[in-house]
């Protein structure tokens, strides 16, 4: 921690760099931040709203559906890019990690603020739509904080050990995105629990995304309390996950080294 602190120039300058680099040879600039996820959000709650509005018969917003879409794809883009960017961090970055003399865990860092501040410019969008048409959740809403902190605790104990992984068996990368693909229809984002069979109703419960997704989802389209009951088991599977994930990183990051 106090390598991170004394590094955090570093962390800042590079989330910045990044952030200037992707739009810099762009006539719009910065603006496609907005527009890409505004036009996104448009489409699945004004259209799929109208189109599937029948998917949330006891939902009494005429956007329901489109923001239980919303709430839903948005948590899960955050989480798949902060993942799916995590695992390469360390292969994207080999040139750097054997010129440059710094904590190499400064990588998994600024991989999540940077996957953070995507997230955030899209969620304030959401939210601007959510208060606009009257859909605001009200004082629930500071419930997604714990959710959000259990989140990227997942991702990044998942992602440091695929990073860590990735590094070794090259095809670990690969496998990961048929997973993410899979990983995503297990995933009640698109359709509702209670659709579901009974026995895949069953199945879902041992999927750590689909607690949290479930709870996002409920706070935008019911303005209700999470189950905290239901969370406890994601929140320790990614305590661990992350303790796992640095304790293998601290292991290899010599070897990792020579791999590169």
Sequence with gaps: MRSIWHYRGFIAGSVRREFQSRYRNSMLGAAWMVLNPLAMIVVYTVIFSQIMHARLPNASSQFAYGIYLCA????????????????????????????????????PIITVLNAGLNFGIIFALFLGFLLVSGNFPGWVFFAMLPLLLIQVLFSVGLGIVLGVLN???RDIGQLFGIVLQFWFWFTPIVYTV???????????????????????????????????????PVALLSVALCVFGMLLFRKHSGEMVDEL
């Design 72 to 107: 839903g794809l948005l948590t899960w883009g955050f989480f798949t890019e902060t993942v799916s960017r995590m695992q390469n961090v360390f292969l994207e970055n080999g040139n750097m990690i054997k010129k440059l003399n710094f904590p190499r865990i400064c990588l």
């Design 167 to 169: 590094v070794f068996f």
């Design 194 to 232: 209670s659709t579901l069979p009974a026995g895949v109703q069953t199945l879902l419960k041992f999927n750590p995304m689909s607690a949290l997704i479930i709870a996002y989802q409920g706070i935008f389209i019911s303005a209700a309390w999470p189950h905290w009951s239901s969370l406890w």
